[in-house]
């Protein structure tokens, strides 16, 4: 009852009361302060951190020396707000450039040992908050704090905002599941479950097509690999948002919630029904009921044309057609699976 409550009011374009979530349960923030804070972010984040400084919430993420997700992060800069200001000691400079650093709760206490190897001799504190937390808001105004702003990763999508905690934006407050599902609609991949860390690339995480990649910056960890995919390589493979289906059942024609579905198990491959027996298609992330997450081939699963026009021969060579795939073991019980491309990507499909 309660998400068919939300889905009615989420996607209802004549909706204007704001609608909120508190992240706490599934995101955590840091707090950095010290003259050096931005310069050491700007040495270790995809994002630009400098110039010009930012505002509102960067999008952003915190890769290994080979180019894969660690992290993927907001970042807000905490200067201009009044609240902060008002929760420093008195040995803390307000002058001094500060940050909070949103990531995966699960992740966050990694982040911060991350953080700190790379701090070296930069002046900069870094140290976990508890009274604060992120929200998300959406159908509304996104001027819900002076902490925060539009999230930049999908248009429409809404706003990020951190309060000190027991404050909460104005509007009607739904739960991490609803979020979720929204998410999943946008087909905006987080946290650790989505965009596995060391394992996943930022480009096929849709990092750049979602602000989160500043590749007219400097240096940073992870970078070379990341500025040759854009400028010499081709992305194959891109999280999207997919629909589960049984095989009695026709593919679905819209990525549409209807329910509970099983889930197939976190990593399991994709494959083509009937096609070649190579190499899988794509890799199920996570999701809830009938939608989810996964990490597709773009060409098979979602008839995306690729810039080169190159085609792989041989036995891991894929069908020209969009095709039915299922994910996990076959047999009659076997899951299917759909794959969609949002708009706000920008991808070409035939």
């Not at 400098?50 to 200067?79: E, K, W």
């Amino acid at each position: 009852m309660i998400l068919r409550h939300f889905l009615r009011r989420s996607f209802n374009s004549s909706s204007t009361s704001p609608t909120i979530t508190n992240l706490s349960a599934t995101r955590s923030l840091l707090h950095l302060h010290g003259p050096d804070a931005a310069k050491f972010l700007q040495g270790i984040t995809t994002s630009q951190l400098l110039t010009p400084p930012p505002t509102g919430a960067v999008y952003s993420g915190l890769l290994t020396a080979q180019g894969r997700v660690l992290f993927d992060t907001f970042i807000y800069p905490a200067n201009t707000s009044a609240a902060w200001r008002a929760s420093l000691s008195q040995n803390e400079d307000p002058q001094d450039p500060a940050f909070f650093i949103e990531a995966d709760a699960a992740e966050v206490l990694k982040l911060k040992a991350h953080l700190r190897r790379y701090k070296l001799r930069s002046k900069v504190a870094i140290r976990e908050v508890e009274d604060w937390g992120a929200w998300s808001v959406w159908d509304g105004s996104a001027a819900a704090g002076d902490l925060g702003g539009v999230d930049p990763r999908a248009p429409g999508f809404g706003a990020r905002v951190v309060l000190p905690a027991g404050a909460r934006p104005q509007g009607e407050e739904v739960g991490a599941t609803e979020y979720m599902l929204r998410r999943i609609m946008y087909g905006v991949a987080e946290g650790a479950r989505e965009i596995v860390p060391g394992t996943a690339l930022p480009l096929e995480s849709n990092m750049d097509l979602a602000h989160g990649v500043d590749f007219r910056k400097g240096c940073y960890v992870g970078q070379e690999l990341t500025i040759r995919t854009k400028h010499t390589g081709i992305v194959r493979k891109r999280i999207l948002p997919v629909a589960l289906y049984a095989a009695s059942e026709a593919p679905p024609t819209t990525l549409e919630y209807t329910g509970g579905a099983p889930q197939p198990e976190v990593g399991a491959d994709i494959r083509n029904i009937g096609g070649r027996r190579g190499r899988p298609v794509g890799k199920w992330l996570d999701g809830l009921g009938n939608v989810g997450f996964a990490l597709c081939r773009l060409e098979p699963m979602a008839g995306v044309v690729l810039e080169d026009g190159v085609k792989i021969e041989g036995e891991h060579a894929e069908s020209e057609e969009v095709g039915e795939f299922r994910v996990g073991e076959e047999g009659e019980s076997e899951i299917r699976v759909k794959a969609f491309v949002p708009a706000w990507m920008g991808l070409q499909t035939r």
